[in-house]
């Protein structure tokens, strides 16, 4: 029997605009396993936040939709559910903690009102019960005064604090999966370091597993045990996090790591990966990467390389890693 808890097969999401057709997530597959923390790492605008929105089931039907794969949560097909259906997992197996809490609750109702609704819906609970639950929350996130914060509003809370109210409702229902947009975006490291000791405790009590999404390759260090790096609607490496660090393959992940600044080395000049990422709309056949890469080859230009196992959990995306291709090269 599988261990996977959740499986993404060959999902991809697409947006109609005037300009023609987005494929932000384009053929996409990777798994997260019982209790394991999974980050997916890139650029903004690589498609991270649209794969976990997909898995949420919030794709917004006026110009999005799903054209294809699977989203598979414990063997049971998303995809195939109904709206109804989808509301009983969303919050409760399957919970999220969104980019920006500020945006994300809602501003004239009290924190209180806010997870309790989870609760009473989830749950089954009533106002007081929910009341008192939330309360509990507040202080297992570490809110100092819970019994007075339960009855504060958004706008009365500092960054850090409604960060930790929004995990307190991804958590009202222990959910086995908890997707984490961005968590410590905007945060001063003391409090950044705080929430990522929360997540911690909570995947070790817990045993959640945790679909972590960021572009700080630091956060990606001290949190991850496997990686999944994305560029342009593609995942284009993925492995373990120690091999992602130590052997590191594909061209893009190699420019993001030598991007981080190091404390070891006096940098007059922070290094940045050079050119642009691609326009989404029209995207050629050819390695999304391959305008930016310094190791680009003519078969870049003209197909899409597949993922292919390097190691024995490393996958990458890049025709350096075909053996066909590369003798070619050498022999021209």
């Not at 029997?1 to 057709?21: P, Q, R, V, Y």
Request: hydrophobic share 40%; with cysteine; glycine share 8%.
């Amino acid at each position: 029997m599988s261990n996977n808890l959740l499986e993404i097969k060959s999902l991809k999401t697409f947006f109609k605009i005037e300009a023609g057709i987005v494929k932000a997530v384009n053929d996409v597959s990777f798994s997260v396993r019982k209790g394991e923390t999974v980050c997916i790492v890139g650029e903004s605008g690589c498609g991270k936040s649209i794969t976990a929105m997909s898995i949420m089931g919030l794709i917004s039907k006026d110009n999005g939709s799903i054209e294809g794969g699977e989203i598979l949560y414990d063997g049971k097909d998303l995809l195939k559910l109904s709206d109804e259906e989808m509301r009983k997992i969303r919050g409760k197996d399957i919970a999220m903690i969104f980019q920006e809490p500020m945006s994300s609750l809602n501003p004239v109702f009290t924190i209180g009102l806010q997870i309790s609704e989870s609760l009473m819906i989830h749950e089954g609970m009533d106002k007081k019960a929910a009341r008192k639950r939330s309360i509990e929350l507040l202080e297992e996130v570490g809110i100092p005064r819970a019994n007075e914060i339960v009855d504060s509003y958004p706008h009365e809370l500092s960054g850090g604090m409604r960060q930790r109210v929004m995990i307190a409702m991804g958590l009202s229902c222990n959910p086995k999966v908890l997707i984490a947009d961005e968590p410590t975006t905007a945060l001063d490291v003391t409090i950044q370091a705080q929430i990522l000791d929360l997540m911690r405790g909570i995947k070790d009590k817990f045993k959640t597993s945790i679909l972590l999404i960021t572009h700080d390759l630091g956060v990606v260090a001290e949190m991850a045990d496997y990686v999944v790096v994305m560029y342009a609607g593609k995942v284009v490496e993925e492995a373990p996090v120690m091999e992602i660090f130590k052997e590191t393959s594909h061209p893009y992940t190699i420019g993001l790591l030598k991007s981080k600044p190091k404390l070891s080395e006096r940098q007059t000049e922070l290094y940045s990966i050079p050119g642009q990422v691609p326009n989404p709309v029209g995207m050629k056949e050819c390695c999304y990467f391959c305008d930016r890469c310094d190791k680009v080859m003519d078969i870049c230009k003209t197909s899409i390389p597949s993922l292919k196992l390097i190691g024995e959990n490393h996958k990458v995306a890049c025709w350096l890693y075909d053996e066909e291709t590369a003798s070619k090269e050498e022999k021209k």
